[in-house]
């Protein structure tokens, strides 16, 4: 357990944080109150044994204060034989146990064991009570299809462990969903989800992002900064698109999952954290370890639990319902009442190839509820590009999936003069993953 040690006499601090550490506990010490509140807000503990009597902030004060922004925390009071009724009042304001003065190591072990059984008690309620929930969870997975059933059993199952999970996925397939949907069915549920886009920031950015850095680390540092690993502590992070990072950040996102320590840019303190990696891709990372560019490594770091979410052309059962989910929503966000869709609008639906996967969808139904001037969406209120896109769909079959993108692409930069921003709008996916489509088939 980590555990805060908080006592003026030197002597007493020392000996009882040595013995500690002999025991296996990550130990800091404080000489007084308003230190160990510092020490708990930037690294957290999870027990703090706390003398009574000290300069500055006395032990009462010290409960008060802490429990306020660390409910879960496990003070224990020592004080002197003669000033018992302290210890009460220590009690009533929300301390777990009291030592009484010189300290019994023998006791403080038993007290400790004693914290640990309750906090694993919590732990469990906690998993209990959002079992309970699960249907909460995954309300946002929308789809009756069996490979959204296999999705969902995936996502159930893996959910109580600790194991890190690679989601794989063409853009647009909803993999955020997927990794929220297993942080809030996880015991870590109540801590935080932190979710990271590692294709959104410049290197040097993503690497203060993720790390933190201290003062003065670089040009325009100019205090200590947390990054998402240190402020995802007890809880989950979630990198999306994770093939696309640089050698040198995987080094150390590789140390990371292997010894859940890390050191902000500019800082020389190894600081640990119990943490849940999920990560997320559109690339084929096998390819990318093959041609050097990706730590084959981390890639089995990382590849501990796949879970591949399959595009919305495999999950044609699930169009209409997604549908009618995207309908109501944008209802409620725009004061509209449409009611559906009328069959022809519905026929276009089902015969799409969407190569921007729900996200497209999605964002098609925005646009027709937005703009449609009657109680349904009917076909002249789909996006034209949908409608071509569909009336050449008997040309295209007998072409692969790749040649129907690579026609669904170069459409819609004719419709769009070229434009890569409105060109990945149109398709429903990120201008990032267009300029690799682009590349991929050369389009020119």
């Known amino acids: 357990m980590r555990i805060l040690v908080i006592d003026d006499e030197a002597t007493q601090r020392e000996l009882l944080a040595g013995h500690l550490e002999r025991q296996g506990h990550k130990v800091m010490t404080a000489g007084d109150g308003e230190e160990g509140l510092s020490f708990l807000h930037d690294n957290g503990s999870e027990v703090a044994l706390v003398d009574m009597r000290m300069p500055r902030m006395d032990g009462l004060t010290f409960i008060k204060r802490s429990l306020e922004t660390n409910p879960d925390l496990a003070i224990v009071v020592m004080t002197a034989y003669g000033t018992v009724e302290s210890a009460v009042d220590a009690m009533k304001a929300g301390a777990f146990d009291y030592l009484l003065k010189p300290v019994d190591l023998e006791h403080v072990g038993v007290i400790l064991a004693k914290i640990e059984n309750n906090q694993k008690l919590i732990t469990e309620n906690r998993y209990l009570k959002r079992k309970l929930e699960q249907a909460d969870d995954f309300k946002d997975i929308i789809g009756r299809s069996n490979a959204i059933k296999k999705v969902l059993s995936d996502v159930s199952r893996i959910a109580r462990s600790d194991a890190t999970v690679l989601i794989r996925g063409e853009s647009g397939t909803g993999k955020e969903l997927v990794a929220r949907a297993i942080h809030q069915a996880s015991p870590r549920a109540t801590g935080p989800f932190l979710a990271v886009n590692c294709t959104s920031l410049p290197e040097t950015l993503l690497e203060s992002e993720l790390f933190g850095h201290e003062r003065g680390a670089f040009t325009g540092a100019s205090s200590r900064h947390l990054g998402r690993f240190e402020l995802a502590d007890h809880g989950t992070i979630f990198l999306d698109e994770i093939g696309d990072i640089s050698l040198p950040i995987q080094a150390k996102l590789l140390r990371v999952l292997e010894t859940k320590t890390f050191q902000r840019l500019g800082g020389e303190k190894d600081i640990k954290v ?12 096998e390819a990318k370890v093959k041609d050097g560019s990706f730590r084959e490594d981390l890639f089995y770091r990382l590849n501990v639990i796949p879970v591949t979410i399959p595009p919305l052309r495999e999950r044609r059962d699930d169009i209409l319902q997604l549908a009618e989910f995207f309908i109501e929503k944008y209802n409620r966000k725009n004061s509209k009442a449409v009611r559906g869709v009328t069959p022809l609008a519905k026929d276009l639906l089902l015969r799409h190839s969407w ?6 969808l999605e964002n098609l ?5 937005v703009l449609s001037r009657s109680d349904v969406i009917d076909v002249a209120d789909i996006d034209p590009f949908v409608q071509d896109h569909v009336e050449q769909t008997s040309n295209f079959e007998n072409l692969t999936l790749d040649e129907n993108e690579k026609r669904a692409i170069i459409e819609a930069l004719k419709r769009t003069h070229g434009s890569l921003i409105e060109a990945s ?5 990120h201008r990032n993953t267009l300029r690799l489509k682009i590349q991929k088939y050369r389009i020119g």
Not at 365 to 369: F, K, L, S, V, Y
Not at 425 to 429: K, Q, R, S, V, W
């Open 425 to 429: 709008e149109l398709l429903g996916i």
């Open 355 to 360: 190569p921007g996967n729900v996200r497209e």
């Open 274 to 285: 119990d943490i849940r990696v999920l990560t997320a891709t559109n690339r084929n990372l």
């Open 365 to 369: 139904i925005e646009r027709a509820i």
